[in-house]
Structures are given as structure tokens and as C-alpha cells.
């Protein structure tokens, strides 16, 4: 198409285009363009995910490593830390309050002490679950990964802690006459079942802090009322007795995921503590919040997936 100018000239125009028209979606579709961070499908996004696993690994390792490296003392605070707590605990609920009971000391300091470490282990997992997407914008913002990788790092971070606790606590144990036993090796399925559930936990938990930033200021509180809510000081059941609580409040609090975790590794671990301590259906409680909560957080991660890191 030509026209000529007012001096001679002849301008040429440019042809219309086959674009002309067309919507940014359509012109998306017709050059196979797909919008930068866009949520892929499910089973993509564990494929990817797994994928990442060695990233995974090395970047708890590094956190792991990294969280106490201004510290005179190091890793030891790893488990310096949970013990220090149960230190004060047993002054306060077992010698001042007398909550320990009818438990000699030979069995309740190992109760506590394993109640500490396995509470702590959801504790800090929720904590740094809630600060895994906030906490760590310039990363989400500068690399393309599944951000499920931070909040399953953060978890795989605590767990690697709770396997130096474990170390201690083993030698505890033996040092008060509780030794190895058939019974130990169920340790093993109640790490497994707790991981998978504090995952699910901090993913629901990174979800939630990444779009209120102020939810970290909060939940300590809200952790320490499941501390207390989870008979990790003291015998639950025993205490709910004591106060003459309605049964239906024994059942729900006993049945609470800490509780039920807890109370596993005190009967596959302590001497004396027998199935009778152990709430009704008490694996198929393990399997069922490790399952819901587990897939459940999960899946509620990863429908937010392409909001991570805007705005």
C-alpha cells in the first residue's frame, strides 16, 4: 500500500499484521508462550520438586550449619538448647509443682526429656515454616524452583537437629537403666510419620506467613499453648484426670498430633511406659494426621504457588 506525499514522494506503508486483533491471551496460545512462574499441574510440580531433592539436602546442610556458626560454642547448641528447656522444666513441674506424679526420677527425667525434644522438633518446624517464603524473598525472586523446596528443607533442617538430640538422649537413657530394647526400633516409623506431618505443617504454615508476615509474631504463642496442650511436662491423661475434665476433652487432647508423636517415642524408648499410656488407636492416629496434614499442606502450598514473591 502506497500514497503519495505533498513533494512527490511516494510512503509505503506497512501491511496490517495477522496479529492485529488478537488478545494477549491468544497471542499467547498461537507462540506457545506460558506466563513466567505459572502453578504447573500436581504431579509436575512433585516431579520438579523431587528433582530439586539434592538442592533440597545441601540447603538444610547449609542452614544447619550456618545457625549457630557466630556461636562460641557451635553445634553444640543444637543440643544445648531442648535441654537447657527441660533443665527448667523439671525444676518447675517436677519438683516445684510435683506434676511428675508417681514416676521415679529414673523414668521421668527420660519422659520429659524425650517430650522436649519431639515437641521441639514440630516447634522449630512451624517456626521456620512461617518464615520459609517471607524470610527468603530474594531467593523466590531470583531463581525458577517449586517453592515447596524451602518449606521441606526447613523441616529436613530440624529433623537432622533431632538426630543430635537423639544421640544425648540415647546416652540418657542408658545412664538411667532403660537399654535397648525390640521396642526402640519403632523410632524409626514415628520420625518418619512426624517428618511427613511437620512438612505438611510448614507448608500450610509458609502459605499463610508469606501472605501475613505477621503471623511469625503470633505463633509463638500459639505454640506454647499446644506445649502445655500436649503433656509434654507431664502425664496428660493423669492431669485431665486430676481435674475431673470431661472425657470427650481427654479423648480430643490426647489424640492431638503432638501428644500422639510424643507418646510413641516415650513407649518405644522408656522402660515402664507400657501401651496402656498410649491413647486408642494410637497408629492409626500417627498415619492419619501424617496423612492430612502431610498431602493436605502440600497441596494447599501449591495452589499458591504463583502468588510467592509478588507484590
Known amino acids: 500500500m502506497s500514497e503519495t506525499t505533498h ?18 491471551a491468544e497471542l499467547a ?6 506466563v513466567s512462574g505459572a502453578r504447573p499441574p500436581l504431579g509436575e510440580y512433585a516431579r520438579q520438586l ?23 560454642l557451635g553445634q553444640v547448641w543444637q543440643v544445648a538448647t531442648p535441654l537447657l528447656n527441660a533443665v527448667v522444666y523439671f525444676f518447675i513441674f517436677g519438683v516445684l509443682m510435683g506434676a511428675r506424679g508417681h514416676m521415679p526420677k529414673s523414668t521421668y527425667i527420660p519422659f520429659l526429656v ?22 527468603n524473598l530474594g531467593l523466590v525472586r531470583a531463581l525458577h524452583f517449586p517453592r515447596a523446596a524451602l518449606p521441606v528443607s526447613f523441616a529436613l533442617q530440624q529433623l537432622q537437629q533431632l538426630l543430635f538430640s537423639m544421640l544425648v538422649l540415647v546416652a540418657m537413657l542408658l ?18 510419620l512426624q517428618f511427613v506431618f511437620n512438612t505438611g505443617l510448614a507448608m500450610v ?9 505477621d503471623l511469625a509474631q503470633l505463633l509463638p504463642f500459639v505454640l506454647r499453648t499446644w ?14 484426670k486430676k481435674a475431673h475434665s470431661p472425657g470427650w476433652l481427654i479423648d480430643v487432647l490426647s489424640a492431638n498430633p503432638a501428644a500422639v508423636y510424643i507418646d510413641l517415642m516415650r513407649f518405644a524408648l522408656i522402660d515402664g511406659y507400657g501401651a496402656d499410656k498410649l491413647p486408642p488407636h494410637v497408629w492409626l492416629l500417627a498415619v492419619g494426621w501424617a496423612l492430612l496434614v502431610g498431602i493436605g ?15
Open 7 to 24: 513533494d512527490g514522494a511516494v510512503a509505503v506503508s506497512a501491511p496490517p499484521s495477522p496479529d492485529d486483533g488478537l488478545s494477549a
Open 114 to 135: 524425650t517430650g522436649v525434644f519431639v515437641f521441639t522438633f514440630t516447634q522449630t518446624s512451624a517456626m521456620a515454616g512461617v518464615r520459609a517464603i517471607s524470610g
Open 205 to 213: 504454615l509458609a502459605r499463610a506467613g508469606a501472605k501475613t508476615p
Open 297 to 311: 499442606g502440600f497441596v494447599y502450598f501449591w495452589k499458591a504457588e504463583e502468588q510467592y514473591g509478588r507484590g
Open 50 to 72: 523431587w528433582q530439586r531433592r539434592h538442592f533440597i539436602l545441601a540447603f538444610s546442610r547449609a542452614k544447619l550449619t550456618a545457625q549457630y556458626s557466630k556461636a562460641k
Open 175 to 192: 545412664g538411667f537403666g532403660h537399654y535397648l530394647a525390640a521396642s526402640w526400633l519403632l523410632i524409626f516409623p514415628t520420625l518418619a
Open 29 to 34: 496460545r498461537k507462540y506457545g508462550l506460558a
Open 227 to 240: 506445649l502445655y496442650a500436649s503433656g509434654v511436662m507431664y502425664s496428660l491423661v493423669d492431669q485431665l
